[in-house]
């Protein structure tokens, strides 16, 4: 009787956790379907290769080039700021602050990816647009320049604690040899702790672009609703992701070619992110035991 | 200057950069909440928590939003809780080491890189439209449930990882089975971590806007859901509705509710570190 | 730990007790109220209005729940032919495919006119160089042959500046789109696509007022909500300029841009009393609430004999 129970039970724990592969099922299938619907109608050459996305138009374009440099762009941006700053911070908390110091400032650095993203957005559009437009004359109320530098800040703690996790991980060892020939703090850090974390630190950096690439309402509030083939930073733009908010704020007939963009748009947000992620799990998987 | 000093100096210009960087994103935040606080402090009081939406900003208030977020956080609770745990039981109690497991771990972590959104858009097609359920709390619910099953998953096996098997060993001895093991001992064992990571994801699942958007989340609901079956709106997007009225009244009531939603963000934050540094100390 | 859930589970239930008491109180007036639900979708012009009326409505009617969508005129019409709304708010008569589809699915229906709109034409407090357009120009400047052609200033007239034109507008689904590009391009539904184009007019707004050279249009009532925001430019009508105002568009002066806004009614819809009291209520007030919201509103004899053709419809389809 009681190894029915123990048997029943197990059965059922089983069955939630086989509900995460239902669940990775649903999405691509989702996906996959409405997309492959969406594909029988338009080519993938055009899909690839038109510079214009005007699909609720009366002279429809289904290139997807304008919403993803949109995308790109404003990754990119974000990037450029979390990057240099994540990293000193991690390098900085590592091998220069006092214990004390890094455990009241990890937490604190961790709020800032706990603030919900609309409030960032509302940054973004009331305080820091307006602040770039007295530096730079010319600057659209919608960019992807203050959008960027806003997705940069939140992600700050991605590439500042998984590095210092990283650099933690690396033995004393190496760092007292490399003082014991003189060196100084940064040099052994640039030179010797950086190179031996570098796979960690490689992983926090993919994660922390499939972050930015994936963000919906801080581009959504701040870097405008128009999809253009671009690298100028300080005109309106649409990201991916903004696209699908402004179709699915309107609406959009079930069934529809229109319907069918968003999920065209969906699945190669999914196909990045998912390559991102794998390659960061390989790589960490990869390198994990190195130093043991 | 000799090479040795030109490296002290760089040495030390880097300690002074770290620290810059280190206080600068705390800084702006800082900023950030101080102009979100002179924005919109003075709105706060009570007839703006009871009012609903309205056209004219100063009678505008959050009451169907709070409702609504205070519906998903439930229901969200309900749903994600028992499933995110069980799962995370199995996989690190019963989980043999084979390539199954190995897959199920693959998956999950997997499933957390993926973008919010594109939870909302499986919500839309499966609760939505396949299974009727209609742009409701409830199909928001189960949306927000799929997007923070991996943290709590994650979660758990954490703090069960952490339970030493001395434990397990013991309560085996007395003859204890598998399941009554895990029910009186490891589970309260972890139960603080657990519950750590819960808060943290529905903390998460609070602050969500873009799924609820895609799954049909309305602006303009008049009233708070009275069931699972109703439509909503929820505190991320009445901010996100209101930021998109350029009048300064509205502005301000954009602001007041953000202070609202991060006072309720951070206190849940504030209760989950609260818990994982007790549960912590128990093992020290 | 267990404090605290009990705090918590006592705050939610504290607060739904407070909803609970707001509406017992108003109950305790002697009159019987209404219940039900009504559904409202469609146009974003037509949406101040709607939102003024439900407001008002929820003094006399507080029981009954009123929502209100703005997925654009074509959206709204798409949801109401499939029976999902009870009223769809429109900024241009249905179409004949919108009529068909609503035939398909055997939805009858009554169209009210609620008031009048003059599409506005605006750019940013910074443009000093327009000072009037004329259609020939605002057709140059939207008509698709201009998609990744007409991109600067100075080639709709040499004095104005080398910049680039940043253009907003609605999207495809409002019926304020299709109104436009009817009267300028001459096809409704015909524009180019390198636009920003949002449904939701407030964007809008920010895109202009936070641009320089920027240039957009629509419904009246939000330039009324922002004019210290916007620019109005008037329309040259073949003999004047003239801007949107009361006068000009009650008397028709300002041509092509002006029109009527709508709201359509489902006939099953009226079987219900909370609509038909809604719908009166909204041909009571459209008057006054339009002019608070900044539309044009009806002659009076208009309102009459719209509540003529409702009474009529309602007792049709008892």
């Known amino acids: 009787m009681r190894k029915i129970k123990e048997l029943v039970i197990e059965k059922s724990l089983l069955t939630s956790a086989l509900i995460t592969i239902a669940i990775t099922f649903g999405i691509i299938s989702v996906l996959a379907i409405e997309a492959f619907r969406f594909f029988s109608e338009v080519s993938i050459f055009d899909f690839f290769t038109d510079t214009q996305w005007t699909p609720l138009f009366t002279d429809k374009h289904y290139g997807i080039l304008p919403l993803l440099t949109g995308t790109l762009l404003t990754s990119f941006i974000a990037i450029s700021v979390a990057l240099p700053i994540g990293l000193s911070i991690s390098i900085y908390l590592s091998e220069y602050a006092p214990k004390s110091f890094r455990r009241t400032i990890k937490p604190l650095l961790e709020l800032l990816a706990a603030v919900p993203t609309v409030v960032y957005g509302f940054f973004a559009l009331i305080v820091v647009t307006p602040f770039l437009q007295e530096i730079i004359p010319n600057l659209s109320g919608f960019n992807s320049l203050s959008a960027g530098i806003v997705m940069g800040i939140m992600i700050i703690p991605y590439v500042s604690s998984l590095s210092e996790d990283a650099l933690h991980a690396v033995p004393g060892d190496l760092r007292e040899a490399s003082f014991g020939m003189g060196a100084t703090r940064l040099q052994t850090a640039f030179k010797v702790v950086v190179p031996a974390a570098s796979s960690g630190i490689i992983v926090s950096i993919i994660l922390a672009i499939s972050r930015a690439i994936g963000e919906t309402m801080i581009v959504a509030i701040a870097a405008g609703q128009q999809p253009r083939l671009t690298l100028d930073p300080t005109v309106p733009i649409e990201t991916i992701t903004a696209f699908i908010v402004q179709v699915s704020l309107g609406d959009v007939q079930h069934g529809s070619i229109e319907y069918r963009t968003i999920f065209a748009a969906g699945i190669t947000l999914f196909v990045f992110t998912f390559l991102l992620n794998t390659l960061s799990y390989r790589i960490r998987k990869k390198y994990q035991e190195k130093y043991e | ?284 | 730990m267990k404090k605290i859930v009990l705090i918590i589970s006592l705050a939610i239930v504290a607060i739904s007790c407070g909803e609970k008491k707001a509406e017992k109180s108003i109950d305790n007036n002697d009159t019987t109220f209404l219940e039900g639900t009504i559904k409202v979708d469609g146009s974003s012009t037509v949406f101040p209005i709607t939102e003024a009326v439900a407001e008002e409505f929820r003094t006399v009617e507080p029981k009954v729940k009123v929502t209100i969508g703005v997925s654009g005129t074509g959206g709204g019409f798409k949801k109401f032919s499939r029976g999902e709304t009870n009223i769809s708010d429109a900024s241009r008569p249905i179409k004949d495919k919108e009529i068909a589809a609503c035939k398909e699915n055997n939805i009858n229906y009554i169209e009210l006119e609620v008031a009048y709109d003059g599409l506005a034409v605006l750019v940013n407090p910074e443009n000093d160089w327009v000072d009037n357009f004329t259609v020939e120009e605002l057709n140059k400047i939207w008509e698709p042959a201009a998609q990744g052609v007409i991109m600067k200033w100075n080639q709709i007239r040499p004095e104005w500046p080398n910049e680039e034109i940043h253009l907003f507008g609605p999207g495809v689904a409002s019926g304020t789109y299709d109104y436009f590009t009817e009267a300028i391009v001459g096809k409704s539904g015909s524009s180019r696509g390198d636009f920003t184009a949002s449904e939701d007019d407030h964007v809008l707004v920010q895109g202009i007022a936070g641009d320089k050279y920027s240039l957009g249009f629509f419904g009246l009532a939000y330039y009324a909500e922002n004019k210290d925001k916007l620019i109005l430019i008037g329309v040259n009508n073949g003999e004047e300029v003239v801007k949107p105002t009361l006068e000009t568009v009650s008397n028709g002066s300002y041509r092509p841009l002006s029109r009527p806004l709508f709201i359509y009614v489902n006939s099953t819809s009226v079987k219900s009393k909370e609509v038909v009291e809604f719908v009166n209520f909204y041909l009571d007030n459209a008057g006054e609430l339009s002019k608070d919201v900044g539309y044009i509103p009806l002659p009076a004899e208009n309102y009459a004999k719209q509540h003529e053709n409702f009474k009529a419809f309602v007792e049709s389809n008892k």
């Open chain 2, 1 to 284: 200057m000799n090479s040795i000093q030109k490296n002290r100096l760089k040495d030390q210009l880097f300690k002074v950069w770290g620290i810059v960087c280190t206080l600068i994103g705390l800084i702006l935040l800082v900023i950030f909440i101080g102009d979100i606080l002179v924005d919109g402090l003075q709105r706060i009081d009570w007839s703006f928590i009871t009012s609903l939406p309205s056209r004219k900003a100063e009678k505008s208030g959050i009451y169907t939003a709070l409702m609504g977020s205070i519906w998903i956080l439930l229901l969200t609770t309900i749903i994600a809780f028992p499933v995110g745990v069980a799962a995370g039981v199995y996989l690190e109690e019963y989980g043999k080491n084979n390539r199954f497991s190995a897959l199920l771990e693959i998956n999950i972590s997997n499933l957390a890189g993926v973008p919010s959104i594109i939870y909302g858009l499986l919500g839309l097609e499966v609760f939505v439209r396949i299974m009727n359920l209609g742009a409701s709390v409830l199909a928001g619910s189960l949306t927000l449930s799929l997007l923070i099953l991996p943290i709590i998953i994650v979660a758990t096996r954490e703090s069960i990882k952490a339970v030493p098997n001395s434990i397990r060993d013991a309560s085996y001895a007395l003859g204890a089975s598998k399941w009554q093991t895990i029910w009186n001992q490891v589970l309260p064992a972890s139960g603080g971590g657990i519950l750590t990571g819960v808060i943290l994801a529905l903390s998460r699942a609070v602050g969500e806007t873009a799924p609820l958007i895609v799954v049909g989340a309305l602006a303009y609901v008049p009233f708070a859901p009275s069931n699972p079956l109703d439509e909503f709106s929820v505190l991320p997007i009445q901010i996100f509705n209101w930021i998109s009225r350029p009048q300064a009244g509205f502005i301000e009531n954009a602001a007041a509710a953000i202070i609202i939603l991060l006072f309720i963000t951070f206190i849940m934050n504030g209760i989950a570190v609260y818990f994982r540094n007790k549960w912590q100390k128990k093992w020290k």
